[in-house]
């Protein structure tokens, strides 16, 4: 049972990281929240992933413009070398993040450990679609190597899937920061 919860708790972890933040240096707007361009919660289908290109789903369409730019840019270079991204989660409805929040409050039996993994809706850089969670794990490698490149930086040391506008494009990525927490 332990090693089920365990388990569960690292996908829960993968799917809804959610954390806080910075503006971005190159700009953009996100739609403000409530007020999206594409209808839906911004869930993620059963297959575990969405494409960078389907801009009917509003996981992507919601996205920050800027951002967006940046990770199919990020994508078509990585695609030249073998490597495919993967959208595991990208901008989410506050109502959908809420109930990231309360699974994961159930799940971990406590509110403040739950706090560490997923944020409430006003702290989430995916509620603002300012944050991307992307995969395979070696897309992610390719991104914390060659994000930079692109304004992409890995903002959790905790998190190697989630990336958000942390620099100008060929700047440098901050420090990834600990781990999100309240």
Request: glycine share 20%; no cysteine.
């Given at each position: 049972m332990a090693g089920k919860r365990i388990a569960t708790a690292l996908l829960l972890a993968l799917v809804t990281s959610c954390t806080p933040s910075a503006p971005h240096p190159a700009g953009g707007e996100a739609p403000a929240a409530g007020n999206t361009r594409v209808a839906g919660d911004?869930?993620?289908?059963k297959n575990g992933f969405i494409s960078l290109d389907d801009d009917a789903h509003a996981a992507i369409a919601n996205l920050?413009?800027?951002l967006l730019s940046a990770m199919r840019k990020a994508a078509a270079d990585a695609t030249l070398q073998g490597v495919e991204f993967r959208v595991t989660s990208g901008w989410r409805s506050a109502q959908y993040q809420q109930r990231l929040l309360d699974e994961a409050i159930e799940?971990?039996?406590?509110?403040?450990?739950a706090r560490r993994w997923v944020h409430p809706p006003e702290k989430s850089?995916?509620?603002?679609?300012k944050a991307m969670d992307?995969?395979?794990t070696n897309a992610d490698d390719w991104l914390i190597?060659?994000?930079a490149e692109y304004g992409l930086c890995q903002a959790y040391a905790n998190e190697m899937w989630h990336f958000e506008l942390l620099t100008t494009p060929g700047g440098e990525c901050p420090q990834p920061r600990g781990t999100p927490g309240p």
């Open positions: 911004g869930g993620i289908p920050d413009p800027v799940l971990y039996s406590s509110e403040e450990e850089a995916h509620v603002t679609g992307i995969g395979p190597q060659h994000g």
